[in-house]
């Protein structure tokens, strides 16, 4: 924990990495709970990966978050991955250990758990079918998120057949592939639909999906937080679905690594949430 003597530097790596929202919500919790230290962006093209994440001790920071598109390409920087992270097939943070050496860790999916369950604390992933829609590095978190909290049976679907299949293959049960043509149907009698995928994102294609074999008591959850509520978040809550938007997800899977850094794990409050739907 930073103290009157120790400045805490971190940082998020990322190109590009000027939209990033992380240092507004790290800087925000450093002076929320009186630390001293900085937050800062770290703009690294893909081929000074290796020397800005070997750079980190030398420098003095705690670690560092790890975002598009080096979440892969940092995995064999580092000198251990946590089990979870080593799973995902990524990692999203880094932390610089008291004797030097760096661990990797992916709290996405603890961001993705967390967000449901502030929005319905009763929620388990055991409660029936779920379909994931797409299957990319956030989907992957995802999967692995729900596998390991319990859920039964994943219906996995992708514009890509073959990548949908891979993932299925390489995850095993309960996930299971289903042809994009037939993600309408996959959503009956499911408890969770979740879309990772960037349709009905600003400035990206609509999600076209049908809701109509959804059950009316199914979560959805869309993990896009610009816009806040997507047209698939609309759509469901006009039809009476619980919802949940990805802020939630962005803010929860901050919060561990603020932790291994700066010493505390930080609370979601209201205030942060205004301040970051502010810019977007």
């Known amino acids: 924990m930073a103290t009157d003597n120790t400045f805490i530097l971190a940082g998020v790596m990322g190109w590009p990495v000027a939209h990033s929202r992380s240092p507004a919500i790290h800087n925000h919790w450093i002076r929320q709970y009186g630390l001293n230290g900085s937050y800062v962006l770290l703009p690294v093209q893909p081929d000074l ?20 598109p080096h979440k892969v390409a940092a995995m064999p920087l580092v000198d251990r991955i946590d089990p979870l992270a080593k799973r995902i097939g990524a990692i999203n943070t880094v932390v610089v250990e008291a004797d030097g050496t760096l661990s990797g860790f992916n709290t996405d999916a603890f961001g993705f758990i967390q967000s449901l369950l502030d929005a319905q604390p009763d929620w388990r992933a ?12 956030a989907s992957r978190a995802i999967l692995v998120a729900l596998a390991e909290r319990g859920a039964k049976e994943i219906r996995l679907c992708n514009r890509s057949w073959d990548k949908a299949q891979a993932l299925a293959q390489e995850f ?17 009698d499911v408890a969770l639909l979740v879309n990772t995928t960037s349709l009905g994102m600003k400035g990206q294609n609509p999600l076209e999906l049908s809701l109509d074999h959804l059950p009316k008591q199914a979560l959805v959850s869309d993990i896009i937080y610009v816009p806040l509520e997507t047209p698939l978040l609309t759509a469901a809550r006009q039809r009476g679905n619980p919802t949940v938007n990805g802020l939630g997800m962005l803010l929860n899977q901050a919060r561990p690594a603020f932790q291994a850094w700066f010493g505390v794990m930080p609370e979601l409050t209201p205030a942060l949430r205004q301040m970051i739907e502010a810019t977007l």
């Not at 070997?54 to 790890?66: K, M, P, S, Y």
């Not at 055991?126 to 590095?137: H, I, K, M, S």
Request: net charge neutral; hydrophobic share 50%.
């Open 172 to 188: 095993g049960a309960p996930v299971k592939a289903i042809a994009w043509e037939q993600r309408h149907e996959a959503l009956a």
């Open 49 to 68: 990966i290796g020397d800005a994440v070997r750079g980190l001790r030398a420098l003095g920071f705690a670690g560092c978050n790890i975002t598009i």
């Open 126 to 137: 055991d409660a029936g079918p779920v379909t994931v829609l797409g299957a990319g590095g």
